[in-house]
Each structure stands twice: as structure tokens, then as C-alpha cells.
């Protein structure tokens, strides 16, 4: 897409890629699953067009989780190619979703979340 985005997805990764793959190279080993709930916020979404501050970067209606951070980071790079970016931006339906997890999750001392939005 656009080349001036900072999302462009060009032979370099660009500053969102580089932050998921920082900060994810370190939480990773802290989550025994590593599944990682990750979303979108503030695009249009093939291929209704219909505009989303939450959806799943895995596109799994019911699934927001994708297996180690090398997937997300690749679903990221795939979804950023196909979603049409819009704003204004709303964080407040991701993180009523995230919230409501760590609720349901918050039945052993052990469980602990940590929420990462990455934006300009």
C-alpha cells in the first residue's frame, strides 16, 4: 500500500514491526502457552468495508490467539496489507475484551496480563 504509511510493509521492518518483535521476544517466555489474544483497532475490514476498533488479527471470528510471536508478528504484516485504516481511533472496545479475559482468567494467583496497544 501506501509507502508513506507507517505501516508500509517494505524489505525493512518498519517501527510497529520492530516494537512486536521487541517486546514479544521478551513476554513470550513469561507465557507457557504462548498463545497471544491480539487485535486490530480502527480499519475497514474486507470485505464489507465495515469499519472495526477490535478485531482478531487472526481474522478467527471466535479467536482472538495466535501461537508464538513470529505469528503474530506475521499476521500483523498480512493483515496491515489488507485492512484500510481509519480513524477516529477507539480503544475502549479492545480493552473492554482484553479486560473481560483477564477477568474470566483471574482464578489463580499465578495469571497475570499485560495489555500493549502500539500506536502513532
Known sequence: ?????LHHIG?????????IQ???EIIQ??????QFPCYGFGAKI???GSLSHNFHLSLAPSNPNIRGIEHVLSAYQRR???VELYGPTNFSPV????????????HGASNFFILLIITD
Do not use: L, T
Open 1 to 5: 500500500k501506501d509507502p508513506a504509511s
Open 29 to 34: 517466555d513469561y507465557d507457557s502457552d504462548k
Open 95 to 106: 480493552i473492554g475484551e482484553v479486560s473481560q479475559i483477564a477477568r474470566e482468567c483471574s
Open 22 to 24: 521487541a517486546v514479544g
Open 80 to 82: 496491515s496489507r489488507v
Open 46 to 48: 474486507p470485505p464489507s
Open 11 to 19: 524489505q525493512n521492518p518498519n517501527e510497529y514491526s520492530a516494537a
